[in-house]
């Protein structure tokens, strides 16, 4: 199996995860519905973490496993970190 | 498919045959701990609790600390008890020995003795007595249908729903197929994918429980006025890269594999449905381990990203890395590495085979590392307060 630096749940996902320390301006290869893709990464994503595989505008909801995990608080481009300073969760939100 | 175990007289399945000390009072720790400190073949738990609880909270511990009595991994049981505490420690050693008449059980009450010392020096003896009928024990082989498996993920990253929990998926269907029983748990771990375990139920009825219980916890997070986020996922899930409490769910319930969802338990219930059952526990790790024990589970798998070192003093507690450079980092305490998805050196179905004979080699005597470690960690979830 070739090495991918990150895995695409489903194809229906916004966002992939990175299996691999990522620097920024490399190309990121991972196989959505069994093609490879490469996007390329605008900042340095820490292993585990998440990228945006298409641009999310804020507001929208943002998909991995083909579920929701949250939604953008802000315009999110392709190639950047997905994480908790512009993902918010839906859920056990107690502050609202 | 079978393992070694030990049939007792009840018909029950045990596959270690401890003696317990068994505090039945924060105040009764010390003595506790003395007694199995002296005593090879004995273990014991520690507790902050058995006295002035109430109602249905008080009843919550009296239930978990018998059903940690009357477990099948447990061949002997001494109670301690202070001697003027809620809940009695002759009471619980009552219990115990009322639902398993089989079982060496005794009671130690500290201020009767004449105090710490002469408590611990009285335990000995008993002890000592204990675990020399328990050394007599013989396993006998036994069919996996009989294991009741607990599954639990702690310490998670974003590998955990990628390698570790499907590959334990992929172990819990084996073992449901097999005729055997699998716990799902930690609650809170489950918002966000409530849907698709309520999905998988039985019948409508049990589709309500998962969606009843989720609302319960989920109400119980917002009473505190809080983004639950920092809780839950925790600092750590965060820094290894989960984002969400639904995020973090949607990987965990990876581990519960694909089977139908027989029921929705309380919390510390025994387990008597074989299939999948969801145990509505707490996320933390020690209340969760302490409830499925509590549950009659025989063993745990449990999967980790960040690291974690914890086992149950009567259940073999087996750690799985979900990434290869935690399984090297923290090799004194990680049994299997699932990392191997990650590399693509093996795939899920891989792994979750080789997670199903460790399970069926640790179920008949090989010690999971927890336990070769001395841990015995113990936290019973408390639902009341503290008068």
């Not at chain 2, 050394?135 to 009741?148: F, T």
């Not at chain 2, 074989?274 to 790790?285: A, E, F, R, S, Y």
Request: aromatic share 4%; net charge negative; charged share 20%.
């Amino acid at each position: 199996m070739a090495r991918l630096q990150a895995i695409v749940m489903k194809a229906k996902d916004n966002v992939c995860t990175v299996v691999e320390l990522i620097a920024p301006g490399s190309e990121v290869g991972m196989e959505i519905n069994g093609e490879n893709v490469r996007v390329r990464a605008d900042e340095a994503i820490p292993v585990g973490h998440k990228l945006a595989i298409r641009d999310i505008k804020q507001g929208e909801i943002i998909m991995k496993y083909g579920e929701v995990i949250g939604r953008a608080t802000q315009n999110i481009r392709i190639g950047q970190h997905v994480h908790v300073h512009n993902l918010e969760s839906c859920r056990g939100r107690g502050d609202r | 498919m079978q393992f070694k175990g030990y049939r007792r007289p009840d018909g029950k399945v045990g596959i270690r045959n401890q003696v317990l000390i068994l505090p039945s009072v924060v105040c009764a720790n010390r003595v506790a701990r003395g007694i199995s400190q002296a005593v090879a073949g004995t273990t014991w738990v520690e507790h902050q609790h058995g006295c002035t609880q109430l109602g249905a909270d008080a009843e919550l511990t009296a239930r978990v600390l018998v059903a940690h009595g009357t477990h099948p991994n447990v061949s002997g049981v001494i109670v301690i008890g202070l001697g003027c505490e809620t809940i009695r420690a002759q009471d619980i050693a009552a219990e115990i020995k009322k639902q398993c008449s089989y079982k060496n059980v005794a009671t130690i009450i500290i201020q009767d003795e004449g105090g710490s010392v002469k408590a611990i020096g009285s335990g000995v003896s008993i002890a000592r007595e204990f675990v020399g009928a328990a050394s007599a024990g013989e396993r006998e082989w036994i069919d996996a249908s009989e294991l009741i498996l607990g599954t639990e993920c702690g310490g998670s990253d974003a590998c955990s729903g990628i390698s570790a929990n499907p590959a334990l998926g992929v172990t819990s269907d084996m073992l449901i197929d097999a005729g055997g029983s699998v716990i799902l748990a930690e609650t809170t771990e489950i918002i966000g994918a409530e849907h698709l375990i309520a999905a998988r139920a039985v019948n409508p009825q049990v589709a309500r429980k998962c969606f009843d219980v989720i609302n319960a916890c989920e109400a119980s997070a917002n009473k505190m006025g809080v983004d639950m986020r920092g809780s839950q996922p925790t600092p750590g899930n965060i820094a290894g890269g989960l984002s969400s409490i639904e995020e973090k769910s949607l990987g965990c319930i990876y581990k519960a594999g694909t089977r139908p969802l027989q029921d929705v338990i309380e919390y510390a219930a025994p387990v008597t449905q074989k299939g999948l059952v969801w145990m509505d526990t707490p996320g933390q790790d020690i209340e969760q381990l302490t409830g499925m024990a509590a549950g009659g589970c025989h063993l745990v798998v449990f999967t980790t990203g960040r690291g974690t070192c914890c086992g149950s003093p009567i259940v073999p507690t087996i750690k799985v890395a979900t990434n290869t450079a935690l399984f090297e980092r923290m090799n004194d305490n990680i049994d299997i590495n699932a990392g191997t998805v990650i590399t693509g050196e093996e795939n899920v179905e891989q792994v979750g085979r080789r997670i199903f004979a460790e399970m069926l080699d640790v179920a008949s005597g090989k010690l999971a590392k927890a336990e070769i470690l001395g841990f015995n960690d113990f936290a019973i979830r408390r639902i009341g307060p503290t008068m």
